[in-house]
């Protein structure tokens, strides 16, 4: 599953490695979309969920769900998402600083979920092309990465316009792959 504030890439990097195919043009995503990519002898499953959703919080008890889970009163969106996936990968837009903050909160909250415990985290400081771009320890630091526990983790600067590390992206998810 990929999360990650609006228009921080998600659609972007789906497109790149699925198909190849970069535009400067994407429309923000509604809800999700599921996409299957192939890459040598392994099928991706993705989940492109909209950063959208970020704030829409549903009760648990429209969706149907049992309240005896233990889960908070609400659960986010993006939990849903992520529950039974083999990695969540988080894409943050490492030029828009100024939403470093609000990306970190959402993140942190969207590991809390006992449902989600262990499940292996990517996160991927997209636009890199960009001049003045925060670098990978630069976002360790502002996402607090390094407070993250019982859990894999790894942080790449990446581009999907210019499609730099890409490669090694996509090892780490074959990796983590079953
Ligand atoms: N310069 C640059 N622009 C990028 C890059 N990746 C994505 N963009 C642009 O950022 C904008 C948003 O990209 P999307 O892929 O739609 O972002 P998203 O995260 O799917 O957004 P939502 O679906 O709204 O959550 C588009 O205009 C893209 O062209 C990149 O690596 N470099
Ligand atoms: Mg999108």
Redesign the pocket.
Known sequence: SIV??????????V?VIGSGQW???????VGFNVRNVRKGNITLKIW?????LTRQFQPIRSLGLSLSTGQPKFRSTWERYCSGVDVIIF?V?S?DKEKFDAARFELHQLLSYQTLAAVPLLVLG?????QDHATVNELIKALELDKIRSRAVSCYS?????QHNLDIVLQWLTKHSH
């Open positions: 990650g504030l609006q228009a921080s890439g998600k659609t972007s990097f497109n535009s400067e043009e994407v429309v923000p995503t492109d969920i909209a950063g959208a894409i837009d030029h997209n636009k890199n092309d960009l990446c581009s999907m316009k210019s």
